[in-house]
């Protein structure tokens, strides 16, 4: 596709670069006529900013979620406008605060939390933001104003590089000729939340800029859970016919607390918390240059420079994993206390591509090339610090070192990929990566954490699609990927010393790293000029996977890292979306069916299953192949209807899904059974006023039900009178811990639109 600057940049069906780093992105198809949907789209595949793939020739079940329709909506961040317009996307909400929750795609997780096997990769303009340390993706550091288009790319995708066993997702952020003008925005409403943003962008002929600031405070809506985001975004380009040359940077200071999840028997009261304070501060900056060269329309050069810096600061209320009733309460036998870390993780690098899009022997060909580089330092930092008997930890004793770790981090990837057109109905695909994985671990106390890993493979995919009819495409695909283990797993990987993460580590047996192979197949249509469907089958199949096993002590979240063999996620997407007049209506339905393959012996001893008559004492549990992977719903239903009528548009959002297993009844077979499912109903609305005001509101969970999205297995020690510390731990009882999704909210917004209209769809 040609390019074009200026004000001749075409306004509708954006070309969207994916990546700083790698080969792939999406492109966004609009539905002709169809009022403004936070739906997902068939979409086309590009492998570098200006060159378009048909999305003819894609053989997956590409998504795009459009920014307009998550401002329309007033998303809180990325994660929620995810949970409402993708398919086969959940939440867990591990920490108690909603900027932290884990994302889950087709039974795969990218999370904040330290403990969660990773394995999405996510991207913001091309820079990949899983951390270093443990792969984590921490939602609060993207800016959800700056959103151009959320691209969710499922199955595994070597291209993308490590860690892409069960999808990509990429952000594109706005620039000055796609979001010419400006914006200041008011929100407030319940849990105290109240919050001020602006952007602004605008463009010359060859030169354009955007930049968006927030600050947000949320009160939150149960106890101990605030929130106080606040983030600056820029990006500068220079365009012509030739040369594009964009810089971008982003800052961020957050201050996060949550108020962990719950046993059963205090969920009468789901606002409290079990202790507390436990909180989180992030403070990063990073800057990206991204520069391409063309030479005609068929020959392109991408080259790419990035730096991240994240300094993140944590404190953890903890049960003392190894109080002794026995022994008077005092210093050295304190029942609670807690962990303080300090994380400083930094990351640069780069990539170059070539891509050709010349013809092969009369035949359309996309031919893509490239090597990157990245590299990591993390410093980490973990102290302990003895409290008392109260649920509140909040202590004055002093901070005692127990571990400081430095890992240094590397990967070198070299990729190819190559789309050719057999004929005009079909296309094959093809791709392959080679990725060389260096961690180095070095104790700054002793030696016990001493280490340097190597893991290295070429990973390859095929596609096929083929469209017999122009309304209607059939594809099938077969793709290989790997994860490398992380610093963090690779330093807590020993069942004889579980860390209660991202605390005391110990000399551990290397990990194996994790490797994917994966089918899927699917069809893809329109009926008519305004109604889209797809329906999507998957089959991936994880080899040496990591879990994260919960060694099931006072502290729920103390356990290790260790390989279980086979694991599986298989399941079916349908998906419907168009218009009836001014009326839009879009369903989503997926089935994700994720399983252990291999059987293994875990211990869990808070799990009612653990023992046997043989070994009353025994606290293992054996886990069969097709038992059910916690924290992973079978069923997943999404609908949403959108009117608008001259200056008002009003939406309803219902979500529902059904039951999860707890983390620590990887069995299946604890007697709390699993969470329950649940439904919520969402509605918004928004009014056009003259001059450029708008007002905007939104009720989240309008029938207030209860519900939750996670649980886990533990040990509830808080039993005396008042729920107070049983001291003698004769009334210690193993419960299942729950995190509670909020209740009912409203929230009201104005906004005042200055200079030209956003130009994108």
């Given at each position: 596709?040609?390019?074009?600057?200026?004000?001749?940049r075409?306004?509708?069906?954006?070309?969207?670069?994916l990546?700083?780093?790698?080969?792939?992105?999406?492109?966004?198809?609009?539905?002709?006529?169809?009022?403004?949907?936070?739906?997902?789209e068939?979409?086309?595949?590009?492998?570098l900013?200006?060159?378009?793939?048909?999305?003819?020739?894609?053989?997956a079940?590409?998504?795009?979620?459009?920014?307009?329709?998550?401002?329309?909506?007033?998303?809180?961040?990325?994660?929620?406008?995810?949970?409402?317009?993708?398919?086969s996307?959940?939440?867990?909400?591990?920490?108690?605060?909603?900027?932290?929750?884990?994302?889950?795609?087709?039974?795969?997780?990218?999370?904040?939390?330290?403990?969660?096997?990773?394995?999405?990769?996510?991207?913001?303009?091309?820079v990949?933001v899983?951390?270093?340390?443990?792969?984590?993706?921490?939602?609060?550091?993207?800016?959800?104003?700056?959103?151009?288009?959320?691209?969710?790319?499922?199955?595994?995708?070597?291209?993308?590089?490590?860690?892409?066993?069960?999808?990509?997702?990429?952000?594109?952020?706005k620039?000055?000729?796609?979001?010419?003008?400006?914006?200041?925005?008011?929100?407030?409403?319940?849990?105290?939340?109240?919050?001020?943003?602006?952007?602004?962008?605008?463009?010359?002929?060859?030169?354009?800029?955007?930049?968006?600031?927030?600050?947000l405070?949320?009160?939150?809506?149960?106890?101990?859970?605030?929130?106080?985001?606040?983030?600056?975004?820029?990006?500068?380009?220079?365009?012509?016919?030739?040369?594009?040359?964009?810089?971008?940077?982003?800052?961020?200071?957050?201050?996060?607390?949550?108020?962990?999840?719950?046993?059963?028997?205090?969920?009468?009261?789901?606002?409290q918390?079990?202790?507390?304070?436990?909180?989180?501060?992030?403070?990063?900056?990073?800057?990206?240059?991204?520069?391409?060269?063309?030479w005609?329309?068929d020959?392109r050069?991408?080259?790419?420079?990035?730096?991240?810096d994240?300094?993140?600061?944590?404190i953890?209320?903890?049960?003392?994993?190894?109080?002794?009733?026995?022994?008077?309460?005092?210093?050295?036998?304190?029942?609670?206390?807690?962990?303080?870390?300090?994380?400083?993780?930094?990351?640069?690098?780069g990539?170059?591509?070539?891509?050709?899009?010349?013809?092969?022997?009369?035949?359309?060909?996309?031919?893509?090339v490239?090597?990157?580089?990245?590299?990591g330092?993390?410093?980490?930092?973990?102290?302990n610090?003895?409290?008392?008997?109260?649920?509140?930890?909040?202590?004055s004793?002093?901070?005692?070192?127990?571990?400081?770790l430095?890992?240094?981090?590397?990967?070198?990837?070299?990729?190819?990929?190559?789309?050719?057109?057999?004929?005009?109905?079909?296309?094959?695909?093809?791709?392959?990566?080679?990725?060389r994985?260096?961690?180095?671990?070095?104790?700054?106390?002793?030696?016990?954490?001493?280490?340097?890993?190597?893991f290295?493979?070429?990973n390859?995919?095929?596609?096929?699609?083929?469209?017999p009819?122009?309304a209607?495409t059939?594809?099938?695909s077969?793709?290989?990927?790997?994860?490398?283990?992380?610093?963090?797993?690779l330093?807590?990987?020993?069942p004889?010393?579980?860390?209660?993460?991202?605390?005391?580590?110990?000399?551990?047996?290397?990990?194996?790293?994790?490797?994917s192979r994966?089918?899927?197949?699917?069809?893809?249509g329109?009926i008519?000029?305004r109604?889209?469907?797809?329906m999507?089958?998957?089959?991936?199949?994880?080899?040496?996977?990591?879990?994260?096993?919960?060694?099931?002590?006072?502290?729920?979240?103390?356990?290790?890292?260790?390989?279980?063999?086979?694991?599986r996620r298989?399941?079916?997407?349908?998906?419907?979306?168009?218009?009836?007049?001014?009326?839009?209506?879009?369903?989503?339905?997926?089935?994700?069916?994720?399983?252990?393959?291999?059987?293994?012996?875990?211990?869990?001893?808070?799990n009612?299953?653990?023992g046997?008559?043989?070994?009353?004492?025994?606290t293992?549990?054996g886990?069969?192949?097709?038992?059910?992977?916690?924290?992973?719903?079978?069923?997943?239903?999404?609908?949403?209807?959108?009117?608008?009528?001259?200056?008002?548009?009003?939406?309803?959002?219902?979500?529902?899904?059904?039951?999860?297993?707890?983390?620590?009844?990887?069995?299946?077979?604890?007697?709390?059974?699993p969470?329950?499912?649940?439904?919520?109903?969402?509605?918004?609305?928004?009014?056009s006023?003259?001059?450029?005001?708008?007002?905007?509101g939104?009720?989240?969970?309008?029938?207030?039900?209860?519900?939750?999205?996670?649980?886990?297995?533990?040990?509830?020690?808080?039993?005396?009178?008042?729920?107070?510390?049983?001291a003698?731990g004769?009334?210690?009882?193993a419960?299942?811990?729950?995190?509670f999704?909020?209740?009912?909210?409203?929230?009201?917004?104005?906004?005042?639109?200055?200079?030209?209209?956003?130009?994108?769809?």
């Open positions: 596709m040609a390019f074009v600057h200026g004000r001749d075409p306004k509708g069906g954006a070309i969207l670069g990546s700083l780093l790698l080969p792939a992105a999406v492109a966004a198809q609009s539905v002709p006529a169809a009022p403004s949907l936070p739906t997902v068939v979409v086309g595949r590009v492998v900013p200006e060159t378009e793939t048909p999305a003819s020739e894609v053989p079940d590409v998504q795009t979620l459009r920014g307009s329709a998550i401002s329309s909506r007033r998303a809180l961040d990325v994660t929620e406008a995810l949970n409402h317009g993708a398919n996307v959940t939440l867990n909400d591990t920490s108690g605060n909603p900027f932290q929750p884990d994302v889950n795609l087709r039974g795969f997780t990218a999370s904040p939390a330290i403990g969660t096997p990773q394995g999405i990769s996510v991207f913001v303009d091309g990949r899983n951390e270093a340390f443990a792969d984590t993706v921490n939602w609060d550091l993207i800016p959800a104003a700056a959103i151009a288009s959320i691209t969710v790319m499922p199955g595994s995708q070597p291209v993308f590089g490590l860690n892409t066993l069960g999808g990509a997702l990429s952000v594109t952020t620039s000055g000729f796609t979001h010419p003008g400006g914006e200041i925005r008011l929100t407030g409403g319940s849990f105290g939340r109240l919050g001020v943003e602006f952007e602004a962008g605008g463009h010359g002929r060859y030169v354009d800029y955007y930049v968006v600031g927030n600050d405070r949320d009160a939150g809506w149960a106890d101990h859970n605030p929130s106080h985001v606040r983030q600056l975004f820029g990006k500068a380009g220079y365009h012509d016919a030739d040369t594009d040359v964009v810089v971008s940077t982003t800052l961020v200071n957050n201050r996060l607390e949550g108020n962990q999840t719950l046993p059963l028997s205090l969920s009468g009261q789901p606002r918390a079990y202790t507390y304070p436990d909180f989180q501060t992030n403070r990063l900056a990073s800057a990206s240059v991204l520069s391409t060269r063309r005609g329309n020959l050069l991408t080259a790419n420079m990035y730096w991240r994240l300094d993140t600061h944590v953890n209320s903890n049960v003392n994993n190894d109080f002794d009733p026995g022994t008077a309460v005092g210093p050295g036998n304190q029942p609670t206390g807690n962990v303080i870390n300090d994380v400083h993780q930094a990351r640069f690098g990539s170059i591509q070539l891509t050709s899009l010349r013809g092969l022997a009369g035949h359309a060909n996309r031919l893509t490239g090597v990157s580089e990245d590299r330092g993390v410093g980490f930092v973990q102290s610090q003895e409290s008392g008997a109260s649920r509140d930890t909040t202590s004793s002093p901070e005692m070192l127990a571990t400081s430095r890992a240094t981090t590397g990967n070198t990837g070299a990729y190819a990929l190559e789309s050719f057109a057999i004929d005009r109905t079909t296309f094959l695909t093809v791709s392959a990566r080679f990725d994985a260096t961690v180095s671990l070095r104790d700054r106390i002793g030696t016990a954490l001493d280490g340097d890993h190597v290295q493979r070429l390859p995919s095929i596609g096929l699609t083929y469209s009819v122009p209607v059939g594809y099938v077969y793709a290989e990927a790997m994860r490398a283990p992380s610093p963090v797993e330093t807590c990987a020993d004889a010393a579980p860390c209660s993460l991202p605390n005391a580590f110990a000399s551990d047996p290397a990990l194996k790293p994790v490797v994966s089918l899927e197949a699917g069809l893809r329109a008519g000029e109604w889209r469907w797809s999507a089958w998957f089959d991936t199949v994880l080899h040496d996977d990591i879990q994260f096993i919960s060694s099931g002590s006072g502290a729920t979240s103390a356990g290790y890292f260790r390989n279980v063999g086979r694991t298989h399941g079916i997407e349908l998906a419907l979306n168009g218009a009836v007049g001014p009326l839009a209506l879009s369903g989503r339905y997926a089935f994700i069916d994720a399983t252990f393959r291999s059987p293994f012996a875990v211990g869990s001893p808070n009612s299953s653990a046997s008559l043989a070994c009353p004492n025994c293992d549990i886990v069969a192949s097709g038992d059910r992977i916690p924290g992973i719903p079978r069923q997943v239903l999404k609908l949403r209807a959108e009117v608008a009528v001259a200056t008002i548009e009003l939406g309803a959002s219902l979500l529902a899904q059904s039951s999860s297993y707890a983390r620590g009844d990887e069995n299946n077979r604890d007697v709390n059974g969470v329950p499912g649940f439904a919520t109903l969402d509605v918004d609305a928004g009014y006023l003259p001059g450029g005001w708008r007002l905007s939104r009720i989240a969970n309008v029938l207030n039900r209860r519900y939750s999205t996670f649980g886990t297995l533990g040990q509830n020690v808080f039993t005396g009178p008042g729920q107070s510390f049983d003698s004769a009334r210690w009882r419960e299942q811990f729950r995190s999704g909020a209740p009912r909210g409203v929230w009201v917004g104005v906004s005042y639109r200055f200079g030209e209209k956003a130009g994108a769809p």
